[in-house]
Structure formats: C-alpha cells, structure tokens
C-alpha cells in the first residue's frame, strides 16, 4: 500500500512553546490530508481536513488559530501547534489519500506523540 | 455517514479465524464498508472495504449481508500480530465534490486480543 510518512514520532516540548508535525506521502500525490487527534484509550477525533493550495476546513471545536495547517505542496501537509499547554499532549495522526485513487482509502502515518511540559 | 456497532473487545486462539462482526443497518445505497485496524500506538492500517459484494485480499476477507445491514470481518489464522483495535467505517467511496465524502469518522471499534 501507499506510505505516509510522519515526523517527529515523539516531541517533549515547554508550555508557550510551538510544535509543527510533518505528514508526507512518500510515493503519491495528496490533494487532501487529514489530521487526526488521540487521546489515551480513546478512538481518533478528526481535526481538520488539508487542502492542497488553499485553507483547511477544521471540525467544530477546533481551534484554527492554534491548530495551524499548511499544505503547500502534493505530497506534504503541517500541522503547527502554537502556544502548546499540558492540555495539547496527545498522539496527532496524520492521514492521505491518493488523488488517483478512486478506492477513496487513507493511509496513515504512524503518529506523533507530544507532551507539553 | 451511517452510524456502526461493534463489539467493544473479542478474544481468539492464535491461528484460529477471528470473526469481527459489525451492524451498520442505516447503511445507504453509495456506502461502502471499510476495516482499518490500529496497533497500540500506531496510525491505523488500512484492510478491507467492500460495497455489497464479499472480498478477499492478503489481509482477510470481508462478507457483507445480502440486505448490507452488517458485515464480518474475517482474518482467517489469527497471529499474535493481529492484535489490535479494528475499526468498522461506513462512507462513500467516490471522491466527494465537497470532501465530506472523504472523512473517516472512527468510533469505538473492537479491541481484539489473540493469545496462545
């Protein structure tokens, strides 16, 4: 299956400080990106969906000035945490489909772990 | 999307077929059924999908009631690396105008266990 890539797998960084997260689809093209947020023991809450060349659409409930995504390119999308507090740990995943791909599948990355301190 | 239910946990034999059920009886006429599981602490992987006919791949199978009400997902010699949350998704599989069509909406999914 296609690969995403997603990068740092594991942050640790100072409340007040900003964390970006990488998503990349490594060998297809993604017009659409997803971002995903997981508690412990509890399922995947969709945060916003990336558009490749304009802004996201993010869900209800969710900061877009905190939750800043860039999806700049086909194949790598951003996710920024700003001003991260303790609140904001959590495993972000991010997800791709393949522009080509009339299956409509995601294929995801292996997630990233953040602990605000 | 329509809304699923599955079993909150199973437990299978290794090398024993694991059958995971899940009911989707508000399943409308361009939805299609897909599986992703996710092992403790990954992303999830993506399985299976189907609309109204059974499929096979590498990973497992899927049958789907004549009606669509519910499915089964079927991994047919469970390994110790089977274990994990599987996930039962209704959406549409054509790519949406709008993108609504594209998300994944997870719910609590299976938490399947496979011991010696």
């Known amino acids: 299956g296609a690969v995403v890539s997603q990068h740092p797998s594991w942050v640790i960084c100072k409340s007040g400080t900003s964390v970006k997260i990488e998503c990349r689809s490594l060998?297809?093209?993604?017009?659409?990106m997803f971002w995903y947020r997981q508690f412990p023991k509890q399922s995947l809450m969709l945060m916003a969906t990336?558009?490749?060349?304009?802004?996201?659409?993010?869900e209800q409930g969710v900061e877009k000035d905190k939750f800043l995504i860039n999806h700049a390119s086909l194949t790598l999308s951003t996710l920024t945490v700003t001003s991260a507090h303790p609140e904001d740990s959590s495993f972000y995943i991010c997800?791709?489909?393949?522009?080509?791909?009339?299956?409509?599948?995601?294929?995801f990355g292996a997630g990233t772990r953040l602990s605000v301190l | 999307d329509a809304k699923t239910t599955q079993p909150p946990s199973m437990d299978c034999a290794e090398g024993r077929a694991a059958n995971l059920p899940c009911n989707h009886s508000?399943?409308?006429?361009?939805?299609?059924v897909y599986w992703y599981r996710q092992i403790h602490s990954q992303g999830p992987q993506y399985i299976i999908h189907?609309?109204?006919n059974n499929e096979t791949n590498e990973m497992a199978s899927l049958i789907i009631t004549e009606d669509r009400k519910s499915s089964t997902l079927i991994l047919p010699h469970a390994t110790l690396r089977d274990t994990a949350v599987y996930y039962c998704?209704?959406?549409?599989?054509?790519?949406?105008?709008?993108?609504?069509?594209?998300?994944?909406?997870f719910g609590t999914g299976t938490q399947l266990k496979v011991e010696l």
């Open positions: 997800s791709a489909r393949d522009s080509r791909d009339a299956k409509n599948i995601q294929y």
């Open positions: 060998d297809f093209q993604a017009t659409t």
């Open positions: 990336s558009n490749e060349g304009s802004k996201a659409t993010y």
């Open positions: 508000t399943i409308s006429g361009n939805e299609y």
């Open positions: 189907g609309l109204k």
């Open positions: 998704i209704v959406r549409p599989g054509a790519t949406s105008l709008t993108g609504g069509g594209n998300k994944l909406t």
